[in-house]
């Protein structure tokens, strides 16, 4: 059974400063995803790594994919508090040719907090 | 507004009742994924339709039902509600084929049981 681990659970950062979100899964996976979910409302993707040493970056946050080790990092650079939310990763397996099975499994989420 | 909509977005109900929470997806998508988050469980996938043919399962119970149409909107049942059936459940779309988009999200449906 594939296991999606985050840590930390909690995170509360300071205004400017840098941290990084690590996610850990146990099976080989084909793509990985961040999403982004403020209290009581949808999941928001942030972004789609889809090989090994894949990064993606978009404003302060920046995204890694090390298929090889089954890790997968979201660095925060120069927090602000808009960046509070819970952050979510998340990995598919298996599935037949056509997309048609590749469902999201989900780690339990980081809550992040950024104090002035 | 993500493209994918959720009906009810909120429902209140008592134990032991039946309710329907809808979804349609966002055009052209002909998967749609279910997900309950509730605080102890996290987001536990439940059920994925393809082109209104069941195509997996995940922890849904035996007292949820779920079926997609032919206009690909697809509809959750929950009965014999219990107090820990409260939860956010949520509709998640996605092309038929592999590429980068990734799945698209509705904005919920939070299912109060009393």
């Known amino acids: 059974e594939l296991k999606v681990e985050q840590n930390p659970l909690f995170l509360s950062m300071q205004e400017g400063k840098n941290y990084t979100i690590y996610c850990n899964y146990s099976?080989?996976?084909?793509?990985l995803y961040w999403y982004r979910q403020d209290p009581g409302k949808s999941l928001e993707s942030l972004f789609v790594?889809?090989?090994?040493?894949a990064v993606k970056q978009e404003g302060r946050l920046m995204a890694s994919l090390d298929t090889k080790a089954r890790l997968s990092t979201l660095h925060i650079t120069a927090a602000v508090h808009d960046l509070s939310a819970t952050y979510f990763c998340?990995?598919?397996?298996?599935?037949?040719?056509?997309?048609?099975?590749?469902?999201?499994?989900f780690g339990k989420g980081t809550l992040l907090t950024v104090n002035p | 507004d993500s493209g994918v909509t959720q009906t009810p977005k909120h429902l209140i109900t008592a134990t032991g009742q039946r309710v329907t929470l809808r979804c349609s997806p966002r055009s052209g998508d002909l998967s749609v994924y279910w997900y309950q988050q509730s605080l102890d469980q996290g987001l536990q996938f439940l059920i994925q339709?393809?082109?209104?043919?069941?195509?997996a399962k995940g922890n849904i119970l035996e007292r949820f039902s779920a079926q997609q149409f032919p206009d690909l909107h697809s509809e959750l049942n929950l009965s014999s509600l219990e107090l820990g059936d409260s939860a956010l459940y949520f509709c998640?779309?996605?092309?038929?084929?592999?590429?980068?988009?990734?799945?698209?999200f509705g904005s919920g449906t939070r299912l109060t049981v009393v």
């Open positions: 099976t080989t996976s084909d793509r």
């Open positions: 339709y393809y082109n209104g043919e069941e195509r």
């Open positions: 790594l889809l090989s090994n040493g």
């Open positions: 998640a779309s996605s092309r038929w084929d592999r590429d980068s988009y990734g799945y698209t």
């Open positions: 998340a990995v598919t397996t298996g599935g037949n040719s056509g997309g048609s099975n590749y469902k999201l499994t």
